[in-house]
């Protein structure tokens, strides 16, 4: 599903640069996701209105979307929010099978694209080599001498300048924490 928040977030981007086929392209396939989004929590009528609905809202806050962020979790933000909106003027509470629970939250790609800009986040507290050398060997899967033989160095330096590096990154951690709960 990472390649449909690609696909999505281009369509919106290029939206957003004045592309109008992209843009119509992008409204039809959210108005598809949507409808299986919603047919799902509530009845086929208030379905095809909440659909509407979001796809108005989407449309008209539209110039809200940092083209920097993940494009579901903003998409799956405003779908929620019409769905309470809905319930709340029925005055419903809703169940889910837990099973389904997931859906209510954005999608699986974009909690990882969220991840993945907070480790950025964290990592670039660190000196570029360190960072390279964690990305390979914890991130990226290579081995200890495939990232020394990369970086010219020995092994023991890339175990080292990992150790290091991730002690450094759990210190910052723990004083946030520390200055969270104080």
Known sequence: MLAAEAELKSLMVAGLAGDKRAYRVLLTALGQLLRRYYSRRVGPDDAED?????LIAIH???????????????????ARYKLLDLLRRKRVRATIPLDDAGDLFAEDESEAALARR???VLLAELPL???????QVKIDGLSMQEAA??????EIAVRVGIHRGLKTLSDKLRGKEHREDG
Do not use: K
């Open 50 to 54: 909440l659909v509407q609905d979001a």
């Open 60 to 78: 008209t806050r539209r110039a809200t979307y940092d083209a920097d962020q993940p494009f579901t979790p903003w998409l799956y933000a405003i």
């Open 118 to 120: 907070d480790l950025d």
């Open 129 to 135: 080599p360190t960072q390279t050398l964690i990305r």
């Open 149 to 154: 033989a990369r970086a010219g160095r020995s």
